[in-house]
């Protein structure tokens, strides 16, 4: 029985209102086909589609030449925050796609069947045929406050597993957690498909509505590779000149992780952490300031009596006249293990256990997050976020800091469960 395309349930997130006109993408007898020619075969009548209403370009003469695609959703008879489906069988089809190896890095795969796909892949192209199947591709979507992901299934099943991450949020019918688009052109047809899914969740801009920041034109430096968590000022400095020497003058420097002031729970907070050099060590280690840490702050200038960050800010721009920007990194939460407890001058907060949903438990296994999940984070609440946020930048910004690399941001845009505050 094919698929029903019409009928309509409630869902986490429904497709705007619009003219819902011919797609390329169509079910047939249980076939999913592109311009005609099956791609998946053996769909579920659970699963939904439901053609574009965007065009793919804001013109009216791209707008008559969009060939558009559809959005796949389905329904199930209870009401759950996680669910995983069969959306049809993928047999003897060339794929190439990116899928999460680990919790924060993606890499690429390839295979011919539903059965080669990896968990939490995040997107599928399908090869064209010289018979007429153009290229098609394949995107999990966020429905409401649902994400979706790709994986194996049973007999080359390709699976769509959606999930909120709480048992308090649950739902069980959807209408748009997978985007399918074909096109002639790989390249294009990526780029097609996401200026409809720019217009579909409107949470983004596509690069060619933003402003480049001045620093994707400028050779960068980053310090993490030369230094690990051992960072300092002159280091920094003789880094910076030997690029210079070599011919290679960097506009950008980024000083990564060990600037900061950080701690592990059992030493006083008047003790800085800075001894954790080897791997993993500074997993657990929280934020005891939104000030640098000693190796910083106590730079002398040899340029003039100032001292610090600001001193130092300030000599590496006017030692090196190549260097417009200098940025430093900082985790989403504060620090890898957040922001320590009952420090003065830090905003409130809780030591929360994460927990890996399953797709994140299929990926590789990494020490960082072991550690993370075992001594927990120290969140601040989302209603005074704002506080750290304002403390540790307004700082930078005090001290000649032009810009930030946020890392560590898998704790919360990876989705690991924190129920207390969801």
């Not at 005609?36 to 009216?60: I, Q």
Request: proline share 7%; glycine share 10%.
């Amino acid at each position: 029985m094919a698929p029903n395309l019409t009928k309509v349930s409630p869902g986490a997130n429904g497709l705007v209102e619009g003219s819902y006109g011919q797609s390329p993408i169509t079910i047939e007898e249980s076939n999913f086909l592109a311009n005609g020619h099956v791609f998946l075969s053996d769909v579920p009548n659970n699963v939904t589609m439901t053609p574009s209403p965007y065009p793919c370009s804001s013109t009216a003469a791209d707008k008559a030449m969009s060939t558009g695609g559809a959005f796949v959703g389905f329904d199930v008879p209870e009401s759950r925050s996680r669910h995983v489906v069969p959306i049809g069988k993928l047999k003897n089809l060339r794929f190439m796609s990116i899928f999460r190896f680990k919790v924060w890095w993606t890499t690429h795969w390839v295979g011919s069947n539903g059965g080669d796909l990896e968990h939490e892949t995040q997107m599928v192209i399908l090869e064209k045929s010289d018979a007429g199947r153009p290229y098609v591709l394949l995107l999990p979507l966020l429905e409401g406050p649902f994400r979706a992901s790709l994986q194996p299934g049973r007999d080359d099943n390709v699976d769509i597993c959606v999930e909120s991450d709480s048992t308090k949020v649950t739902a069980s019918g959807f209408r748009s957690v997978l985007y399918m688009h074909v096109g002639e052109d790989p390249f294009t047809l990526v780029k097609d498909a996401m200026k409809v899914i720019r217009a579909h969740l409107g949470t983004f801009q596509l690069l060619d509505e933003k402003t480049p920041p001045g620093i994707v034109d400028k050779f960068g430096w980053c310090t993490w590779d030369a230094f690990y968590l051992t960072v300092h000022p002159d280091g920094v400095l003789e880094g910076v000149k030997n690029l210079v020497d070599g011919g290679c003058p960097p506009g950008l420097v980024l000083i990564d992780d060990g600037w900061q002031s950080i701690g592990h729970d059992e030493d006083p907070i008047t003790k800085e952490g800075m001894n954790c050099t080897v791997a993993g060590e500074q997993m657990p280690c929280r934020l005891l300031k939104f000030q640098e840490n000693y190796k910083f702050r106590d730079y002398v200038s040899p340029r003039s009596p100032n001292k610090g960050m600001s001193a130092f800010i300030k000599d590496l721009k006017e030692q090196f006249k190549t260097v417009n920007y200098v940025y430093v990194w900082h985790a989403l939460c504060g620090y890898w293990g957040g922001v320590r407890s009952n420090v003065p001058g830090l905003p409130e907060n809780k030591i929360i256990k994460p927990k890996l949903s399953p797709g994140l438990q299929m990926t590789m296994e990494d020490l960082a997050v072991d550690k993370i999940v075992s001594t927990g984070i120290g969140l601040v609440p989302p209603e005074s976020v704002h506080q750290m946020y304002e403390g540790l930048h307004s700082h930078m910004e005090t001290v000649g800091i032009d810009g930030v690399k946020v890392d560590v941001i898998h704790k919360c845009c990876a989705r690991i469960t924190v129920e207390e505050w969801i």
